[in-house]
């Protein structure tokens, strides 16, 4: 077998990728066609791909890479742990240093009474354990018929079976027979989208009282928990108006229903507070964290649990773990991130200067004759591409064309920049310098002014009757 290395040509490594390596979310007769592009390395906010470009990341990996690449000190902390204790597990009345230390800084770090850890290996095992947790948690307190759980269209909580189940995608659900029987869905807050002629709060406010009208309609006595991200990242950076969440939580208080926030996203930095939660002032009972948790350098997620539903748990033996839960390396990785974050200001500087300056630059390029809504909170933004300036009219062709060719010109500029139908979609590392935010956005003006033009050429500038 050949040693795989960087100095390969590119054109042999995509030939073995494409006989061997089946990607996730891709049709990989298409990508054979075209050879995927390889990443060699990457420093700060910059990859270096097997050509030799220079590509600006404005996504951090995928929303997770918080600190930026190439920090030593996680590297030298890997080896060290690796050598000391690679592996040990925590099941069997056990435990070790790393994992001992990474629960108690997540408990210091998450707000309130959250101050229990479980931990996973990313963010869709740690919602599993979720589903498991709520289940067990009502059972154990003698309502074991109160198993539902209810979520919203176009929430991403993952990919395994459970965080499929659940998400809200349809074309996920459609693979595989989900969701599993129990799962509920109500509307996401997505006024620019769905809101009609509705004033923005006011339809914050009818979005939120789905909720309430799925808990009546499901039964209260048959409710375990209402799952959602405080700003959904893979469905499009969607921003809730300001009325949703205080109304969410007066719900899920009034009925005792559980919140769980999944932070995969939002969690560590991304929005300027440590957590959504905070940005949002929600109170949930249940974490999901990863992602940002290690910034990508290990895999490691986890739940993070309250005392109320910690107290239930603990009474019980809680039938689940997974071999890697707690891995030593991976914990050890992730307390030397948060380490980096907190002596750093890395939040800080998300809420005070990056974040400032890229809402202000984010927001200019609304005057773009194809952009509509520019929305950002913290560093994660999105823009809505339009095909008449002052409607929100979408456009003719199927969803995502449009979008598709933007990110084509991205792609051409050295951004990675996402779409996600017809919106646009950054969250770059938190610790980008405006200097970097300024090359950012010349790079994706270029690109939708590029794009912009080849719609048009395409006679594809037409809005959907
Ligand atoms: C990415 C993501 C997940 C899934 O995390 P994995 O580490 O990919 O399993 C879950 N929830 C949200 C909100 C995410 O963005």
Redesign the pocket.
Known sequence: MNKITNHMPTEELQAIDAAHHMHPFTTNDELSQKGARIITRADGVTLTDSEGNKILDAMAG??CVNIGYGRDELADVAARQMRELPYYNTFFMTTHVPGIALAQKLAELAPGDLNHVFFAN????A?DTNIRMVRTYWAEKGQPERDVIISRWNA?????IG?TSLGGMKGMHGQGSLPIPGIEFIDQPHWWAEGGDTDPEEFGLERARQLEAKILEVGQDKVAAFIA?PVQ??GGVIVAPDSYWPEIQRICDKYDILLIA?E??CGFGRTGEWFGSEYYDIKPDIM?V??GLSSGYA?I?ASIVNDKVAKVLDACEFNHGYTYSGHPVACAVALENLRIMEEEGVVNHVKNVAGPYLAEKWHSLADHPMVGETKIVGLMASLALVPEKGSRAPFASDAGTIGFMTRERCFANNLIMRHVGDRMIIAPPLVITTEEIDVLIERARKSLDEAYENVKAAGLLVAAS
């Not at 990313?122 to 095992?125: A, Q, R, T």
């Not at 991403?156 to 395994?160: F, I, P």
């Open positions: 995928l929303w990313g963010g869709s095992d919602n991403y909580h993952g990919s395994t965080g991200e990242g893979a999944d995969v996203i999901t990863a992602k895999p997620g």
